[in-house]
């Protein structure tokens, strides 16, 4: 499942700064947010922009707060509320005030930006995450938006297989799910 290759480096950009800037859970431990916000928000644009400039601590602060709302659209998704979740992205989209605009730098071709030039980077990166989770919202793929069911983690993904069955934001989780399961079929044939 494509949307296209900005929009999907969008909405991985997305789930990754919402992994590491929110705390909650992760992989079966409390996850208490990053201890420097802007390392942890460098991380994660270079995890799919090798290339994005380093992210300073005010920035990275910036960034987790927008990162926050960004997992409401998530759990909205997860709960089966898709017009929460909408509701939520028009909102994000009016306050980051995201238009569509092409542009051309670092030696890309012509692609298409959400945001205007010149804006802070929390606004610039919360008008295009917000405008990536709404072209996934406004498609057949809204229900690939997803947080782990893995007990004791709440990190969140987005289901880009074929099938769309996606239920753990990674492996480590799903293996901890299915090492669980088979260790309790174990136990109940005692």
């Not at 705390?23 to 990053?34: A, D, L, M, S």
């Not at 602060?61 to 709960?79: K, P, S």
Request: proline content about 4%.
């Amino acid at each position: 499942m494509d949307f296209n290759s900005h929009t999907d480096g969008v909405v991985r950009v997305t789930v990754a700064l919402v992994n590491a800037l929110t705390p909650g859970e992760q992989r079966g431990r409390p996850f208490p947010g990053p201890a420097d916000a802007g390392v942890a928000a460098t991380d994660a644009l270079r995890s799919v922009y090798r290339t994005h400039r380093a992210v300073s601590a005010a920035e990275g602060g910036e960034l987790a707060a927008v990162a926050a709302r960004l997992r409401e659209v998530f759990a909205a998704v997860a709960a089966g509320d898709v017009d929460t979740a909408a509701i939520t992205v028009n909102g994000l989209l009016e306050e980051f005030h995201a238009r569509p605009m092409l542009e051309r730098h670092d030696g890309e071709p012509w692609h298409l930006h959400f945001h205007g030039p010149g804006g802070t980077t929390a606004g610039e990166w919360g008008a295009s995450c917000a405008t990536g989770l709404a072209i996934v919202l406004g498609s057949e793929f809204a229900e690939r938006l997803g947080v782990c069911t893995a007990p004791h983690c709440d990190r969140v993904y987005v289901d880009v297989s074929r099938n769309g069955a996606r239920r753990f934001c990674s492996t480590a989780c799903q293996n901890r799910v299915k090492t669980a399961a088979f260790r309790a079929r174990g136990r109940a044939g005692e």
